[in-house]
């Protein structure tokens, strides 16, 4: 139920905006298309570039520096979904030599999470965590438990990477915990795979089979076919 509401909510709030941008000008303007780019990012991150770059250039004209780190953070998320680490990088370091005057919890938050997930994909453990570390404080200041469940999620990855199993599997409960009270079904099955492959890679067969198995049932009734395909892989 939680995952049709989120569903419908979406699609409301996604028609909604495109009926915003009909007639808002400005940083109006700037603000809504941030906010699609946003919402489409997954599905066509391209638009979403297009949409930033729009939108950085009404906050330049409007001198509008909080707006302008925002599209530079949405073209940090559409670059990375691209594949090209090291512009994602650079436009995220931008977005945050604006935003670390301002000290905006919302907007450093973001990039903190941003740069976590950069160093991941580069392997750059070390600083990946720290990063990861700082938006989790950041998180929890906002209350912001979703966030607090998807970095710990990802923190699971990486010190299951380091080999530091007794942590990664602290964080995936965190996450696992987080989800469950969110009603997060999709998060929840990723979280209890990763922790299933931890406790394979300790030689736990029978704890790992259970937990992959937990994963695989939310995954079929969510008819979550790559999630599936993920499971029966493992």
Known sequence: ???NERIMN???E?????????TATGIVRGQALIKLG????????KRSSTMAQEAEAIAIAQEDEKTRSMALN????????????NDALDLVNQALEIQMPIKDPELLVRSYTQLGNIYLRLSKYE???QYYEKAIDLYKQLKHDSGIALINCNMALVYKQLGEYEESLKAGDVAARLYRRLGNDTGLARTLANNATVLFDQGYNLESIKLHMKALKIRERLEDKEGIAQSLGC
Do not use: P, V, Y
């Open 1 to 3: 139920m939680l995952g």
């Open 10 to 12: 979406r699609s409301i």
């Open 14 to 22: 996604l028609e909604s905006l495109k009926e915003s941008l009909k």
């Open 38 to 45: 946003r919402l489409t990012l997954h599905s066509d991150h």
């Open 74 to 85: 949405l073209l940090c998320d559409a670059k990375f979904m691209e594949g090209q680490n």
């Open 127 to 129: 600083g990946c965590i």
